[in-house]
């Protein structure tokens, strides 16, 4: 059991007996139980620290003042028999009722935003109650009747007054106190006893002159006692003390009761005693418990006022809480309504984005009974403009292209942005050949040259087209319409494709090349195969060129089906070093042996990775192989575009990357060479050692232009030092034509096909690395004249 819980045992235990003993020992108990409380309260403070402790400590104060007063009271009683009243014993008496009304004073903090004398109405009803019932049977008797002295009723009379404030304090304790502990509520009992015991008391001088309720008021002493001791053990005692008062809008309907009962004490105790008492012991009987009646009733009124004032106040604050929620409810509600916008609108063209579209086309899959029509747009070259002249020229021309698109559609219709450089357009209840008028329309209006930042800048677009009704969902639509549009950008650009059934097939089949190449790449499932470079005048194999090869479950996939795919999606990176460190091992032995070098092909991807220089010298060195034995081939159409994308449209880095590398002696090759269109500005900065002829100037006839074409490019790279490598030669008539034009290399079906290595190697070995097919044939072939 905890110690509080053992305090009030003992203690209620003790008083329950001293209402049985004699007077002196009933002061001893008196003076025990008042010690032991004020230890309570000196051991619960230390124990539980408050954090207000000033009303503990004034009640410790205030039951050791009483312990010392009663303690006089037992001396004087002893030394004479009798106690004379007042004497100097009620001063410690008063002290401790002063501290106790003190203490109860400040267990509540006021409120400074309360009026002061709102705080004590409450207890102001409650007291002219009380001081009702306190006249008629306690101070009007002590007045009138014989049974007590001046002195002494003088003395009752002031304990009266202090039980009255004590009364007050106490039911504004009771009512405004915002913790309901405990520990609060043994105080609360504790007053009560106090105020009690001496309302026993005093009634008993008053009506029968002696002091027969001693008993009785000491017992309630010795409660108040032992309850304020218990309270101060109580752990709920660190809370309860010093707390801001509460403040009640509405009166509790409890308290109404009290207020009603009180009422009416002053006229009915006023009408009691003129049907009861006759004659009246004095007029002053019936008019003091009027006049209460009267102060109850204005204290009651003040109470009204107070509530009609706080309701008052409190509906000017709805008022102005019900204006400013009606304020902000209006800018919530346009908040809202710009969210929205922002949300379904791009912030650059003002053109709606893709969730509107999302949302429109979900709406518009719902109408079984029309037909609708969906355009996406791509600018083609609009990456160009970004890179060349910035952002903001690019933010510029998005914005024009809007404003363009704009005036080819019809409001009805959804126009969005989808982001970057895309936008669509969604026709609901349109025909196929409006459709396709507005798809051509786009083309031709966004093809029109644009000025932007005083620059006139030229950009196309690409348009798919979809024409669609339900049973479909907006996801399909988007993906159909966007294979329309990839179409549109396969087929050249800057035109209007139609969504075809064939295309998903396409797709699909795309995608599923896509991943069995990811597969591929992470299995090594490829295989590389050799085609022979052979030197005309000798047939002697100078060098082999690298081919890829592969056939996912023993299918073959040729290459220009899934090199495109590989380069889309990436993969180009990992399949080119793959083949790079292959290659170099597999042309270790005829190096060695013939001296043969191997040519690899290298993707405009390859050229841009920043560790690319880093990749072909590993290979090298693993090999091991020296640079000599390898020669990098690239298209002259990547060459061209990966210089122009460097940095200020220039040559440098590419150069500086291509010089490295000969450094280390790679030799670099133009392959294709003849397919571009600036191939001579570019060979006098580049440093590019062989030039691969396109297949499309491999003379297949005696035509002299073909000829003319085939001459110049040889004496161009014998005037550059740059070594000539024809492709595509298939007949020995071919090859003797490229001997009469000083060609010395070249390579085709007529030497060799491309072999697997071992097969390659079995040829070369038994060979000695001279083809049989490709020495010079004493038959001549006359070459035609050129034309004048």
Same mark, same amino acid.
Request: with cysteine.
């Given at each position: ?369 029309? =037909? ?33 698109? /704009? ?38 209006? /966004? ?103 592969? =056939? ?126 600036? =191939? ?57 034509? /490229? ?50």
């Amino acid at each position: 059991m905890t110690a509080w819980r053992w305090y009030a045992v003992l203690g209620l235990g003790a008083v329950a007996v001293g209402g049985f003993l004699p007077v002196m020992p009933r002061q001893g108990l008196y003076a025990l139980i008042g010690l032991s409380a004020a230890a309570a309260v000196a051991v619960g403070v230390r124990l539980h620290r408050p954090e207000h402790r000033r009303s503990w400590v004034v009640f410790g104060v205030a039951i050791g003042c009483s312990v010392l007063a009663s303690l006089a009271w037992a001396v004087q009683y002893q030394l004479s028999g009798a106690v004379v009243f007042p004497a100097a014993k009620d001063v410690p008496f008063v002290a401790s009722y002063t501290l106790m009304a003190l203490g109860t004073l400040a267990w509540v903090r006021p409120d400074p935003r309360r009026p002061r004398g709102e705080r004590f109405v409450d207890a102001g009803i409650v007291a002219s109650g009380v001081a009702a019932i306190a006249w008629t049977f306690i101070v009007h008797p002590l007045l009138f009747t014989q049974h007590v002295g001046v002195r002494r009723t003088t003395g009752h009379l002031m304990y009266i007054v202090i039980d009255l404030v004590l009364v007050v304090l106490a039911a504004r304790m009771v009512f405004t106190s915002s913790v309901r502990s405990p520990a609060h509520a043994l105080v609360s009992c504790a007053l009560g006893a106090v105020i009690t015991g001496d309302v026993v008391f005093s009634a008993a001088v008053a009506w029968t002159g002696d002091t027969r309720g001693d008993a009785i008021s000491t017992g309630l002493y010795l409660c108040a006692y032992a309850l304020i001791g218990t309270a101060a053990l109580h752990p709920s005692m660190a809370g309860a003390a010093g707390r801001p008062e509460r403040v009640q809008p509405v009166i509790p309907r409890r308290r109404v009761y009290l207020y009603s009962v009180l009422a009416l004490v002053g006229p009915v105790v006023a009408i009691t005693m003129l049907l009861v008492e006759s004659p009246l012991p004095s007029r002053w009987w019936v008019v003091v418990p009027l006049a209460t009646s009267v102060v109850t009733s204005i204290l009651l009124i003040a109470r009204l006022s107070q509530l009609v004032r706080l309701t008052n106040r409190r509906v000017r604050e709805l008022d102005a809480h019900a204006v400013a929620l009606g304020t902000a409810l209006q800018e919530q509600e346009a908040l809202r309504q710009q969210l929205t916008h922002r949300a379904l609108h791009d912030a650059l063209t003002g053109l709606g984005n893709r969730a509107l579209l999302q949302e429109r086309l979900e709406h518009a899959v719902t109408r079984t009974a029309s =037909s609708h029509g969906l355009l996406l747009l791509d600018l083609d070259g609009f990456k160009d403009v970004n890179d060349t002249f910035g952002h903001p020229a690019g933010d510029a021309l998005l914005i024009e292209v809007a404003a363009r698109l /704009l005036g080819e559609v019809s409001t009805s219709d959804t126009l969005v942005r989808l982001g970057g450089d895309e936008f669509a357009v969604l026709l609901e209840d349109v025909t196929p050949p409006r459709l396709s008028s507005v798809g051509a329309a786009v083309v031709a209006a /966004l093809g029109r040259p644009y000025t932007v930042h005083g620059r006139e800048l030229s950009v196309t677009t690409s348009v798919g087209s979809l024409h669609f009704a339900a049973p479909t969902t907006p996801s399909e639509a988007l993906r159909n319409a966007d294979l329309a549009l990839y179409a549109a950008k396969a087929a050249g650009k800057n035109r209007l494709a139609v969504y075809e059934p064939r295309l998903a097939v396409e797709r699909h089949e795309h995608m599923r090349i896509s991943a069995a190449l990811r597969r591929a790449v992470a299995e090594e499932e490829f295989v590389v195969n050799y085609q022979p470079v052979v030197d005309l005048a000798t047939g002697r194999v100078t060098a082999v060129e690298a081919l890829l090869r592969w =056939s996912p479950e023993g299918t073959p996939v040729p290459p220009l089906e899934f090199i495109p795919i590989a380069e889309q999606y990436g993969l180009i990176v990992p399949i080119g070093a793959w083949v790079l460190r292959q290659a170099c091992r597999d042309v270790r032995s005829w190096h060695e042996r013939f001296g043969i070098s191997v040519t690899v092909n290298v993707s405009g991807r390859q050229l841009r990775e920043p560790g690319f220089v880093s990749v072909v010298l590993s290979a090298l060195r693993d090999a091991p192989l020296p640079g000599s034995a390898l020669i990098l081939e690239i298209t002259e159409s990547v060459l061209v575009s990966s210089t122009g994308a460097s940095s200020g449209g220039g040559v440098s880095d590419v150069a500086e990357l291509l010089s490295s590398l000969r450094e280390a002696g790679v030799r670099i090759a133009v392959d294709d060479f003849g397919t571009g269109y600036s =191939s001579l500005a570019y060979l006098r900065h580049l440093p590019v050692d062989i030039l691969k002829i396109d297949r499309a100037f491999t003379p297949d006839g005696a035509q002299a232009e073909e000829m003319a074409f085939t001459r110049a490019i040889v004496e161009l790279g014998n005037s550059l030092r740059l070594s000539s490598i024809a492709e595509a030669v298939e007949t020995p008539e071919q090859a003797e034509r /490229l001997r009469q034009l000083d060609c010395p290399q070249a390579q085709g079906y007529h030497f060799s096909r491309p072999l697997p290595a071992d097969a390659l190697d079995e040829v070369l070995t038994s060979s000695n690395g001279v083809l049989p097919g490709a020495r010079p044939t004493s038959r001549p072939v006359s070459l035609p004249a050129s034309p004048r």
